[in-house]
Each structure stands twice: as C-alpha cells, then as structure tokens.
C-alpha cells in the first residue's frame, strides 16, 4: 500500500490538472483511497471499541501503530476531499468512505487522557520512592482513579492508604493529646474533614479527635474558673 502522504499529494496534484486526467489511473487512485479510508476507519472502530470497555492504554497503543491512525485520519481528510468525491461520483469510480471524525476526536482526547495518567503515576512512584506523607499520596491516588474510572484496583489503593493514615491519625491524637495541643488538635480536625473518605474507619478516628478536644477544652475551662 503507498503511503498515506504520498497518495494525498498525488489526488491533490491530480485535481489541480484536469486537462491531464487518465481514466485508468484515476480509478486506480480511487481505488487505493477508498480502500486506505477503509482501513483507517477499521482501526479506528477497533480503537473506540477498546476505550468503551475501558482500556485506555491498548487503545492508545494500537493508535500508536504505524501508521499511526491520528495522523493517517488527518492526512486523508485533506482539504480538497469533497471535490475528489465529487469527482468519483461523477466519473462513476469508487467512492470513498467517510472518514470517522468522531471516533478518531474520542481517541485523540484518549491521547491526552493517557499523558495526564502517565504524569499522575510518575508522582504516584516518586512520592512513594521518598516516602512522601500519607495523605499527599492518598490525594495522588484518587486524582488516579477519577483519571481511570474502570480500573479499580485504584480503589483498592485508596482504601489500603486511608486504613494506614488513620492509624498515623489515631497517634498523633493521642499524642496531641498528652500535650493538651488543642492548636493543632483543630488543625487536624479541619485536615480531615476536607477528605472525602471512603472508609468507615474516619468515623471512630473523627469521634474520638472530637472527645479528646471537648476533654481539653473543659479542662481549660475549668483551669480559667480557678
């Protein structure tokens, strides 16, 4: 099959010179065209069907084959098209297909998707190489799974993190505690409050921050009475 760029050039160049058309060869050229939007539109249709059932990263990695299907969509919907297929339909020589717009529109939007995904799972891998706060990588995860909805091992991460948070939460209340630090006893009640949990455990963690700062603030009370 001739290149995609070089076909278009060769319509383009013929549709400049119509006193030089060749029935036989326009039809050749037509042929060829008509099949190459064919082929193009079954790629895509495979593409698509893998980002409906959710996998993004075979998606991308089949519209990365050479030819890769976002440039070879774009170079055979050339500017000058219409007047080719008129001039098919005219001549009575194949026709081509319309190209998918829509489809290759989903899968170069997939592209931009998949980038955002690869630039969350480098941070996800630095802050775990250097041990970054639990819940900045908490916080990581779930920018993670709002990327890629279907894949729910995410999830799972998330969970398993918040679980370990909130036992790191569960000591430093009871060390905040000792030292009667109601300052930052608030801090970390308004910290947690702006997490969106989805564990059950948040509940007996917050109850328990919230008895520890009532008990201080009635000790403090009672030591101003005195």
């Not at 991308?60 to 098209?81: C, K, M, N, S, Y």
């Not at 009871?174 to 059950?200: C, F, M, N, P």
Request: aromatic residues 6%.
């Amino acid at each position: 099959m001739r290149d995609y760029q070089e076909l278009v050039d060769i319509l383009q160049s013929v549709l400049a010179r119509p006193d030089d058309w060749n029935q036989a060869e326009l039809a050749s050229l037509a042929e060829e065209y008509a099949e190459q939007c064919r082929q193009v539109n079954e790629r895509a249709r495979q593409c698509h069907q893998l980002l409906r059932r959710g996998q993004l990263a075979e998606a991308v990695r089949q519209a990365e084959l050479e030819p890769r299907l976002i440039d070879w969509a774009g170079t055979l919907q050339f500017p000058e098209r219409d007047r080719w297929v008129a001039l098919c339909e005219l001549m009575g020589l194949a026709v081509p297909p319309t190209v998918e717009c829509e489809r290759i529109k989903d899968i170069n939007e997939a592209y931009m998707l998949s980038h955002r995904q690869e630039s969350l799972l480098r941070l996800w891998r630095y802050q775990n190489l250097v041990r970054a706060p639990i819940n900045e990588r908490i916080e990581t995860l779930r920018r993670l799974a709002a990327a890629n909805e279907t894949d729910l091992t995410w999830q799972d991460d998330i969970r398993t993190f918040e679980e370990a948070w909130l036992k790191e939460l569960g000591q430093q209340v009871r060390a905040l505690a000792k030292a009667e630090d109601l300052g930052q006893l608030y801090r970390l009640k308004s910290q947690i409050h702006q997490v969106k949990w989805s564990t059950a455990q948040f509940n007996r963690v917050a109850q328990s921050l919230d008895q520890v700062i009532q008990t201080l603030e009635q000790k403090r009370q009672e030591r101003r009475a005195e």
